[in-house]
């Protein structure tokens, strides 16, 4: 083959790739599933078909069984919760549930909701809050989808009783200001939220937790932003796996996007807007492919994406691949690459590093109207 020939044949194998992983409309694979469609508002569950990474395709949340529910109160009752309130339909209402906002509203929980297994909270077409309050408990559950939602002010609360997934009422107790946490639970995708100013973690993934998606969310002004595992002496966490993807950190971060201990995370495509203390640490071995990521440091004195606590992980699998960084930021690799290894229904192209502003852009609670594209 001619040298001219072979040239125009691999140019054109590089369009023909680029066209597999690039991005239309600057959308990430995710968002590429649904936000295109005018009639998202009648398809609400073709959203189950969209998650990726290691939450898998969420398809149990989907189907004719599952029950439509509007929340048409913002009013709290956490012991004896009445119908039309989110804690009926989210703690309460019996099989598969898909929660929607029949309005705009702002829901002060006087205790952490605690989530069903088979839930959807889609708050797409309203301006929903959670805010000034308890957070989402996710307690020993699996398929459940948290969509659409502004988080902030999340805290400790007093001292009470709460209803919980089953009927029972117990004492709410040992649970920090988290915005969204997740104890011993599986299959979970956080998509789409804006969290900012709690008292402790936005999203912790705790206790045996895994096969989680956390995508497309907005962290800002906070201090302990995600934490992936529950304390070094917690050896279940070692089958923790998360993906952490198309997520926008900062402005006013601290730490901990994530902090991992003993397991694995996926962290891909996200852009990283500064950070004070550092971007993505861990401690007691945990293996992290960072990839395709855009890390912008402060300031000069802020230019340490990791960190290992102690210092002594030497030979933990930290891994940069196809990373950008910014003002001085530098990634400290450490050990063998460790590959997520996804099936099928996980899988996904990473996008270059190029692409992660455009990819990022609508990070956050989406404002949907119904009847167009969002």
């Known amino acids: 083959m001619a040298f001219k020939e072979h040239l125009v044949v691999v140019l054109a194998f590089l369009v023909v790739l680029h066209g597999a992983t690039a991005s239309p409309g600057g959308q990430n694979i995710m968002d590429q599933c649904w936000r295109g469609q005018p009639n998202w508002a009648a398809d ?80 797409r077409g309203a301006d929903v809050h959670i805010a000034d309050g308890a957070g989402i408990v996710l307690y020993e559950v699996s398929n459940v989808i948290v969509h659409g939602l502004h988080m902030h002010g999340c805290r400790t609360p007093p001292p009470g009783r709460v209803v919980v997934p089953g009927g029972a009422v117990q004492d709410a107790r040992g649970l920090d200001g988290d915005a969204i946490r997740l104890v011993g639970s599986t299959k979970v995708w956080i998509d789409h939220n804006t969290l900012s100013r709690s008292e402790d973690g936005l999203v912790d993934v705790t206790v045996g ?85 855009l890390f912008v440091a402060s300031t000069p004195d802020n230019t340490k994406v990791t960190r290992r606590m102690p210092v002594l992980g030497k030979d933990w699998d930290w891994h940069s691949v196809g990373d950008s960084f910014q003002n001085g930021a530098f990634f400290n690799q450490t050990g063998t690459r460790v590959r997520p290894n996804y099936n099928k229904h996980q899988a996904f192209p990473a996008a270059s590093s190029d692409e992660v502003r455009s990819l990022t852009k609508d990070a956050g609670a989406l404002w949907c109207p119904a009847g167009s594209a969002c």
């Open 44 to 123: 609400r569950q073709r959203l189950a078909s969209c998650s990726v990474g290691f939450a898998g395709k969420m398809r149990q949340n989907r189907g004719p069984g599952v029950i439509p529910y509007t929340v048409t109160d913002p009013g709290d009752d956490p012991v004896r919760p009445r119908p039309g309130t989110l804690r009926y339909g989210a703690t309460v209402l019996a099989g598969k549930v898909w929660i929607t906002f029949q309005r705009s509203m702002h829901i002060r929980l006087a205790q952490p909701l605690f989530v069903k297994s088979f839930t959807t909270i889609d708050g």
């Open 209 to 293: 937790s895994t096969d989680v998606t956390v995508s497309n969310n907005w962290f800002l002004h906070h201090d302990k932003v995600m934490l992936l595992g529950h304390d070094d002496g917690h050896a279940a966490d070692r089958r923790m796996r998360v993906t952490v993807a198309f997520n926008r950190f900062g402005p006013g971060v601290n730490q901990r996007m994530p902090r991992i201990r003993h397991g694995y995370a996926h962290v891909v495509n996200n852009f990283y807007d500064g950070w004070r203390d550092y971007a993505i640490g861990g401690s007691m071995g945990p293996s992290v492919k960072s990839q395709g990521n």
